[in-house]
């Protein structure tokens, strides 16, 4: 769970101005690509500085730079410590905060920027998947006070042992929001390379439309089904400080999404398709069928700390059934092992691993209140003559597994389904 952030006390005194407001903005990695990128978004800075606001900035590492960080460590050594892997990867939002301050300083306005730790970012010590636990908020009150533009790298901060720790993939939007909430902004934007939360991922499906607004619960579910626009834990932490979030392209002027509580009136019954195939399926055949089993067996899970999702449970025959889950990829090893154990120790016939899959969900608060839903998302997949493998529904949400190989097909056709037929 998220911490709680201590109160900028003094916020009213500081920023309690008639006009003046405290903005939060991050820019993600496609923004500050390159130089002409850097600047771009040095002039959506200054311009909002301009007007009199207080500025403060979060910043991702350029391009592709983290995924070439990762590769440069699988070079030299896959098995790299995540202590050490965190040290390098923190080195990108280096190199973007020094770049984008140099960018606003030409232009002619005072900055400065931050790493993680001086913007008093303390973390778990879980390195590569730390968590906030509070935002020393000191520094960045103090720059602000000397009127600066403070720029603030994202995705990191400091354990207890004062060592670097990431925050995971996509981490940066949940620095954004930390700051937002520790800091009461006014507004939180999250600039990114879309113009803000479509019904589907806009780079896979054409038709897909832009939402003018989605709530908390509807976004932290497509964010963890695979909606990778948002990070699922920025969402998280937005609904639970109440931060609205708005969510825009850096590159035009469109209007974005606006992600905040929801209203009754604007709920919809579907707000989107997510795709997620970080996934994989696991089968245990043929293991008694007992009371318990399911415990066992996932406790050996629970103990690894790994996270089961889709489960299936086939109906028992001659005194066995068959246990199949799915878990995330990066778990797949270990949580195989473990079941190949477990099948050993009760006389269980066997463990199948399929990679291969993909998880396909649709999200949306209407789906509460209105009888076959799912079943409409079951007829797209029909038509297009997509098999499903698992099925796993909540009230917002119903997701079905399926074979990797279909899965922008899937995504396409239950779009259609939903959005195109009305
Ligand atoms: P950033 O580098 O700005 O953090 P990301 O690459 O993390 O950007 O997230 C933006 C990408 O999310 C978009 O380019 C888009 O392809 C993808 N995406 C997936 N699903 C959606 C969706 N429902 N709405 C908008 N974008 C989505
Ligand atoms: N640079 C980090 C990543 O690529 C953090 C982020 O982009 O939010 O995951
Ligand atoms: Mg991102």
Redesign the pocket.
């Known amino acids: 769970m998220i911490a709680v952030f201590e109160s900028a006390a003094n916020k009213q005194k500081i920023y309690g101005g008639e006009n003046m407001s405290l903005i939060v903005q991050k820019f ?4 500050v690509a390159n130089a002409e990128r850097v600047f771009n978004v040095a002039r959506i800075v200054t311009d909002t500085y301009k007007k009199g606001n207080k500025v403060v900035v979060v910043v ?1 590492a350029q391009g592709d730079t983290t995924d070439d960080l990762i590769d440069k460590a699988n070079e030299i050594n896959p098995n790299a410590s995540k202590r050490e892997k965190d040290m390098l990867l923190a080195a990108g939002e280096q190199i973007s905060i020094s770049l984008l301050a140099m960018a606003i300083e030409k232009l002619g306005y005072p900055v400065v920027s931050l790493l993680g730790w001086q913007a008093g970012f303390q973390t778990s010590s879980a390195y590569t998947s730390a968590r906030i636990k509070r935002v020393k908020t000191d520094r960045i009150e103090k720059e602000l006070d000397k009127n600066n533009i403070v720029v603030v790298a994202g995705f990191q901060g400091v354990n207890r042992y004062e060592d670097v720790t990431t925050l995971g993939r ?1 981490g ?2 949940t620095s954004a929001v930390a700051i937002a909430a520790a800091m009461h902004a006014d507004l939180c934007q999250i600039y ?3 113009e ?8 896979k499906v054409s038709n897909a439309a832009k939402l003018k607004t989605i709530s908390y619960d509807e976004m932290l579910e ?1 964010a963890t089904l695979g ?3 948002l990070n699922n834990r920025s969402v998280e932490m937005a609904k639970k400080y109440n931060i609205e979030l708005e969510v825009l392209s850096s590159l035009t002027n469109a209007p974005g999404t606006i992600v905040k509580e929801a209203t009754k009136m604007e709920k919809m019954l579907i707000s ?1 398709v ?1 795709k997620d195939t970080n996934v994989a399926r696991i089968s245990v055949v043929g293991v008694p069928d007992v009371p318990g089993l399911a415990f066992k067996m996932f406790s050996k899970l629970s103990s690894k700390g790994i996270n089961v999702d889709i489960i299936l449970q086939s109906i028992g025959r001659d005194g066995t059934k068959d246990i199949s889950f799915t878990v995330a990829k990066e778990n797949v090893k270990e949580a195989a092992a473990a079941m190949e154990e477990y099948v050993d120790a009760v006389g269980g016939k066997s463990v199948l691993v399929d990679e291969n899959v993909a998880k396909i969900s649709i999200v949306g608060a209407g789906m509460e209140s209105h009888a076959g839903v799912a079943t409409k998302m079951f007829e797209a997949l029909y038509d297009a003559q997509i098999n499903i493998r698992m099925i796993s529904t909540s009230e917002i949400k119903v997701s079905v597994l399926i074979d990797e190989k279909n899965a922008d097909a899937a995504v396409s056709a239950i779009h259609s389904k939903f959005f195109d037929e009305n």
Request: cysteine-free; hydrophobic content about 30%.
């Open positions: 993600g990695g496609s923004s991702s996509g940066s939007d990114t390379d879309v803000g939360v479509y019904t589907a991922d806009p780079r497509l909606a990778q626009v989107g997510a």
